[in-house]
């Protein structure tokens, strides 16, 4: 037997939001389907809900709690809020009231998203992990997007890919040779190395540094000074 799942991420709030709001949902969708004289009668209602910021839930119009009584739904906050959302949104797209559809309520309707620091729309904004409405791979996905975006960002600013790597023996020959005063040759011969090996490793090093390579006819300090 097919199961719903009844949240948007791998937690939900202390009151189950997600679960009541998901139910509802999938309630009235059955109900579409079992009884959609039903659904025809809901959407024919006049009125627009209320919210009631002071008992903080809908008011709904009369002709919609007479429609709730009818079908013995009076009392369950999630259908009266499902209602209000549903209605509002047929009222918006008259023709999904015509043909009794609706859209399946996002996360972002879900108390808690207004008050994210992050704006979901916004792939260059702040990303944060909220477990109550995504799951982890959903948010893998967000931050990916949102690297992205940030990435691409800097580099049309004019941020540069970081220089390679050079080895750590290529900071030792650097010293060696321009303040130790140790030739490329000789550091060729002791280290066993490809002279333009040296040559290439001494002048990748000394960029990094933004420091100009001592004449190979000048030598540095002393070498055990």
């Known amino acids: 037997m097919a199961k719903t799942r009844l949240s ?14 998901l139910a509802a949902d999938q309630f009235m969708r059955t109900l579409r389907r079992l009884a959609p004289s039903a659904m025809k009668a809901l959407a024919d209602c006049d009125g627009i809900p209320d919210y009631d910021f002071r008992r903080s839930r ?18 369950s906050q999630p259908i009266e809020s499902w209602i209000a959302a ?8 008259p023709h999904m009231r015509k043909r009794l559809e609706w859209r399946t309520p996002e996360p972002h309707f879900q108390a808690g ?20 409405v995504e799951s982890e791979q959903a948010f893998i ?38 303040v130790l005063g140790e030739s490329q040759s000789s550091i060729h011969r002791r280290d066993r190395r490809d ?10 090093t000394a960029r990094l540094l ?10 540095g300090r002393p070498r055990h000074s």
């Open 8 to 21: 948007y991420g791998a937690l939900d709030t202390r009151s189950q939001t997600a679960a009541t709001r």
């Open 86 to 93: 549903t209605v509002e949104e047929w009222n918006a797209r």
């Open 113 to 132: 998203w207004p008050y994210r620091v992050e704006n979901p729309k916004n792939h260059l904004a702040p990303v944060g992990a909220h477990p109550d």
């Open 141 to 178: 996905r967000r931050a990916q997007r949102h690297w992205d975006a940030r990435y691409k960002s800097l580099r049309r600013q004019g941020f540069s890919l970081p220089l390679s790597k050079t080895q750590d023996a290529h900071f030792e020959w650097l010293v060696r040779y321009q």
């Open 195 to 204: 002279l333009a090996t040296v040559r290439e490793g001494l002048s990748r």
């Open 210 to 219: 933004r420091l100009r390579l001592r004449s190979s006819h000048r030598g």
């Open 58 to 75: 809908w008011e709904l119009p009369p002709g919609m709690i007479a429609w709730c009584d009818t079908h013995n739904l009076v009392g």
